[in-house]
């Protein structure tokens, strides 16, 4: 066996195990405000979510074609780079799931891919125009939405059964959730999944290239299409890793951040689902996790300001603004490890 097939293994192995703890990590995106509000038991909001991750991550590729191709100089890719990013993302999931912090896998994953090319190749490495348009202005801007439109949506709900009784409207939002809940957890597949399917897929054609001591052709990743065994492994890893629930997480996002009653959680969710599958059509690999937040607190303001704890917001938010250059940075330091270890065979791309 030779090493560039050695590595390709170890890549396919961590990409599982990364899209696994994505799973269990994000959990709390698809089912934290159907659970804090009881509307479904923890065991039926896993297994949904679970069902409806796999559906979701089945569905489009776009996401999973701006990791592949769009980040960094498909010429630049080596194994090395991948194994590298993988292991940051994975790393920084850990520590912020043992810690029972909101973060964005998504950001983790993209800080660990741009941090592990500038260590290869310097600052011109990543293609920093599209990781601006789709990575960073998104960052900042898609919180911001989140809130906006969760607030409005409890605004409107609010005004229009204002004169029903208490009883009938938490009965009625009761059923509604559970749609909503369904929706959330379907996008969250769409956008998380594919993340994982575009660093295959690039680990497929850096092995191609790799074992044969050349780099990747630049254009080689826009014509190659995601494999069905990539999609249905990595759909199965994130449906087996939300199943595991992550409750750390779902205890911070369900409980401590707003208090949340079945109209508010169905706001949350509305908002928050409608833009992430907005932004997977158009191939944003948005942070489900920042999305789902930013409508929680949303919804929770528009009961009153106080009813968001901001502390605990404020601990979140430095959790999102820490995540791209924390993993920059980690992905930096294990490119040095692994290159150190398995050096690149492949030579420089031409000038």
Not at 137 to 159: D, E, H, N
Not at 279 to 306: C, D, K, N, W
Request: one cysteine or more.
């Amino acid at each position: 066996m030779n090493e560039a097939l050695v590595l390709l293994i170890a890549i396919l192995f961590l990409a599982i195990a990364f899209d696994f703890i994505n799973g269990f990590h994000d959990t709390a995106n698809a089912i934290a405000t159907v659970v804090a509000t009881r509307v479904l038991t923890p065991m039926q909001a896993i297994l949904m979510a679970a069902s409806l991750n796999f559906v979701g991550a089945m569905i489009g590729t776009a996401v999973a074609k701006t990791i592949s191709k769009d980040l960094i100089d498909a010429s630049l890719a080596t194994q090395q780079l991948i194994i590298a990013a993988l292991l940051a993302a994975i790393t920084w999931n850990l520590i912020t799931w043992f810690y029972g912090i909101p973060s964005s896998s998504s950001h983790a994953l993209i800080g660990g891919i741009v941090g592990a090319a500038i260590a290869e190749a310097g600052l011109d490495a990543p293609q920093w125009h599209t990781v601006l348009i789709k990575v960073v202005i998104p960052l900042f801007v898609s919180p911001l939405v989140g809130f906006c439109a969760s607030w409005l949506i409890m605004i409107v709900m609010l005004r229009a059964f204002i004169k029903r009784r208490p009883a009938d409207v938490q009965r009625l939002f009761g059923k509604l959730q559970i749609a909503s809940s369904a929706f959330m957890a379907f996008s969250h597949g769409g956008n998380d999944a594919q993340k994982t399917m575009g660093i295959m897929t690039l680990a497929l054609v850096t092995y191609t290239y790799s074992s044969k001591n050349l780099p990747v052709p630049a254009d080689e990743l826009a014509k190659m299409d995601i494999p069905m065994w990539i999609k249905l492994s990595a759909s199965i890893a994130m449906g087996l890793g939300t199943a595991m629930g992550g409750w750390r997480i779902i205890k911070t996002m369900g409980h401590r951040l707003a208090r949340l009653q079945p109209m508010h959680g169905f706001a949350a969710e509305t908002a928050a689902a409608s833009i992430i599958e907005t932004a997977s059509h158009l191939g944003f690999p948005l942070s489900t996790t920042h999305v789902i937040s930013s409508s929680i607190m949303g919804a929770g303001a528009s009961r009153s300001m106080s009813a968001v704890r901001w502390s605990v917001a404020g601990n979140i938010v430095t959790a999102w603004i820490l995540t791209i250059p924390a993993c920059m940075i980690l992905a930096g330091v294990f490119f040095y490890i692994v290159n150190l270890l398995i050096p690149s065979g492949a030579p420089p791309p031409a000038p």
